[in-house]
């Protein structure tokens, strides 16, 4: 569904509902490797040319290390280090996550939305956004997916409003851990 707003020229312009999250999140099950199989193409990112994968790994006071990896056109790894912290209760699927320096934590713009709007029963494909829809990020516990799970995913993305025609499939030539 939509809701319509007055744009300032009088007419109405339909703009996607709230994206919504999954209910709940287990961190624990959550933490350990993923691969990133499609991404929307971001900034942050444009060095990556394949094996992107992400290790979450739990933090005192309930934080969690956010340790991303891909390999860069000269072959090389390239590896930022992060932090995240949830949003709200400890089975909540929002996320604020920040690779900016820890001196810096204070400042709100440093910590960027991460949110889980799709993840199976058994914690093996997942979809992260964030509010504005601007990113989008396909993950697997496996650097390969099923097709079918993975067709059924993008079904259930257009649902929450997301454009999957932006994603890009990322290429994942071997397994590294």
Request: charged residues 25%.
């Amino acid at each position: 569904m939509s809701t319509l707003l007055m744009a300032a020229a009088g007419r109405a312009v339909a703009t996607p509902d709230a994206l919504q999250t999954i209910p709940a999140l287990d961190v624990p099950r959550y933490l350990g490797t993923w691969y990133e199989i499609a991404r929307y193409p971001n900034r942050f990112q444009k060095q990556c040319v394949a094996d992107v994968q992400a290790q979450y790994s739990a933090l005192p006071e309930g934080r969690i290390e956010v340790r991303n990896r891909c390999r860069k056109a000269d072959g090389e790894m390239d590896e930022a280090i992060g932090v995240a912290k949830q949003v709200g209760d400890a089975r909540s699927p929002k996320l604020k996550v920040r690779f900016a320096p820890a001196w810096l934590s204070f400042i709100p713009a440093v910590w960027g939305d991460y949110w889980v709007v799709d993840l199976d029963e058994g914690y093996q494909l997942v979809a992260v956004s964030e509010p504005q829809r601007e990113y989008l990020w396909i993950l697997s516990r496996t650097p390969q997916v099923d097709a079918q799970a993975y067709h059924a995913l993008l079904h259930r993305l257009t649902r929450h409003g997301l454009d999957i025609k932006r994603l890009v499939p990322t290429s994942q030539t071997s397994p590294r851990r």
